[in-house]
């Protein structure tokens, strides 16, 4: 009877399992856009001192999606860390800093970085 317990027990704690793990997974690994963009600035404007130490040994951080004015504003300040610097998607604007739209698709245009 323990036998047939136990195995009741683990056959249901195996078909319970996926779904749970499965909804941890999405719960945990939706990232909003703005989020996203928020880590972006925040490790390029405001770097931890684990991120220049790696940033001293070579390791370059790629920086996805953002504005032509955020990517000329840490080419200035941020000067000294061009090298371990890589910008791609970057977002056109307009001369008011909002993102240009493209006319056709309504997307938002981006520099065409060859990537």
Not at 17 to 24: K, N, S
Not at 59 to 64: E, H, K, L, P
Request: proline share 5%; hydrophobic share 45%; charged share 25%.
């Amino acid at each position: 009877m323990i036998k047939r317990l136990f195995t009741g027990l683990m056959m249901f704690t195996l078909m319970a399992l996926p779904p749970i793990v499965l909804l941890l997974l999405l719960s945990t690994t939706i990232v909003r856009a703005a989020d996203l963009h928020d880590w972006y600035t925040h490790l390029l404007f405001e770097p931890t001192p684990l991120q220049l130490q790696q940033e001293q040994q070579g390791r370059v951080r790629i920086y996805a999606g953002l504005s032509d004015i955020e990517v000329n504003r840490a080419l200035d300040e941020q000067f000294d860390r061009v090298e371990a610097m890589m910008f791609t998607g970057v977002v056109v604007t307009d001369s008011e800093g909002r993102p240009l739209q493209d006319p056709e698709t309504g997307e938002r245009v981006v520099e065409n970085d060859g990537c």
